[in-house]
């Protein structure tokens, strides 16, 4: 987490506290996500694909050429 506001340090503890119920909140989906059932990237691409998606495609791709399985 990261901010550029209210940079107070008396006040990084509700922050991250914050932060906290953010992520337990989003535990239960990650974790239960299994992206070794998916199908080879190249066959997901026709999927629309935001900007934002385009960082983890090249890393896809690149795992892909390496062969290491996405675990």
């Known amino acids: ?3 550029n506001f209210d940079l107070e340090h ?3 503890e509700s922050y991250l506290a914050f932060e906290d119920v953010i992520q337990s909140q989003d535990r239960p989906i990650v974790e ?3 992206p070794w059932l ?3 990237l190249s066959s997901r691409l026709m999927l629309y694909v935001r900007p934002a998606d385009l960082p983890l ?3 896809q791709k690149w795992m892909e050429e390496l062969g290491i399985p996405q675990v």
């Open 1 to 3: 987490m990261a901010r």
């Open 10 to 12: 008396d006040h990084d």
């Open 32 to 34: 239960s996500q299994r």
């Open 38 to 40: 998916l199908p080879p």
């Open 57 to 59: 495609i090249a890393y």
